[in-house]
């Protein structure tokens, strides 16, 4: 069962056993007193491991006082002066250990060194680069089944993909021969003009043919157009492929969630990556 999500005033948490976790998607500071009853209610409730929470900077001592500390930043998030902190803290005291650190290094050492090595190309495409409608929700919930054994948010539903795509997230593929191959999203923020890059997905027979560094690109081009200042995305922190990726992208790796999201079957790590453009 998928993580429920629900609003209070102006803020927006998610929580549920998926990910064993309380994760506040979005604070406004007029709800800061009911907020934090109700995240002590759902904690003593359900006894989650971690709390998560995306926040204005200039909030964090508020969240400090309470026992998070911070995991990771996105610089001018929220407009030229206004940065984004993650901030964690833990029910679960074993849940902030590590076990693979040396692999997450790993990871992240060969990335950066990816991105050294000089100018993204890429190479000349097979295929077609579209922009996803409802038409598609049915084949798309097909691919993400293919890749991901688990996945934060029900992208398995076909309905949820088109109810998504109603709201704030633009979803873009690559189409081989009439079928599609590989996946991406824009989860837009309108008011605030940043996007997270997400729900990234290649068939595995597909793969090898940098079709996310295309995708990424595209979707770079595309909301240059409506005037985006902040691309960032949340990648996990074992796969040398999506850090290796954003990096050659150049995006600015600058954090790790420990222990956060529940995909492909294990709770795992999450690097945070960051670009400015416009």
């Not at 693979?100 to 993204?120: F, H, P, Y």
């Not at 079928?179 to 997905?201: F, G, H």
Request: glycine share 6%; net charge negative; with cysteine.
């Amino acid at each position: 069962m998928s993580d429920q999500l629900e609003h209070l005033g102006q803020s927006l948490l998610q929580h549920g056993k998926e990910n064993d976790r309380i994760y506040i998607m979005k604070y406004h500071e007029q709800d800061e007193k009911e907020l934090f009853i109700e995240v002590d209610r759902l904690m003593e409730k359900e006894q989650y491991g971690k709390i998560i929470a995306k926040i204005p900077k200039e909030s964090q001592h508020v969240f400090i006082n309470e026992g998070f500390s911070r995991e990771a930043i996105i610089p001018e998030f929220f407009g030229a002066t206004k940065d984004c902190v993650f901030m964690s803290k833990y029910n679960d005291l074993g849940r902030k250990n590590l076990e693979n650190m040396s692999e997450l290094s790993d990871v992240i050492s060969t990335a950066l060194e990816k991105k050294r090595e000089g100018e993204l190309t890429l190479v000349p495409l097979r295929g077609e680069v579209i922009q996803l409608n409802k038409e598609d929700t049915v084949e798309m919930a097909r691919v993400y089944k293919q890749v991901f054994e688990t996945y934060p948010f029900p992208i398995f539903d076909p309905e949820y993909l088109a109810q998504t795509m109603a709201e704030n997230i633009i979803y873009f593929g690559i189409r081989v021969d009439g079928v599609l191959v590989s996946i991406s999203s824009a989860e837009t923020d309108p008011s605030n003009k940043n996007a997270e890059m997400t729900d990234c997905a290649t068939l595995p027979r597909c793969r090898g043919n940098k079709y996310a560094l295309v995708l990424l690109d595209y979707m770079e081009k595309e909301l240059r157009k409506k005037d985006y200042h902040v691309l960032y995305t949340i990648a996990r922190a074992v796969s040398f492929g999506m850090n290796i990726t954003f990096s050659k992208a150049n995006y600015t790796y600058s954090g790790r969630l420990i222990n956060n999201t529940n995909i492909s079957g294990n709770i795992e790590s999450m690097n945070i990556w960051y670009k400015h453009i416009n």
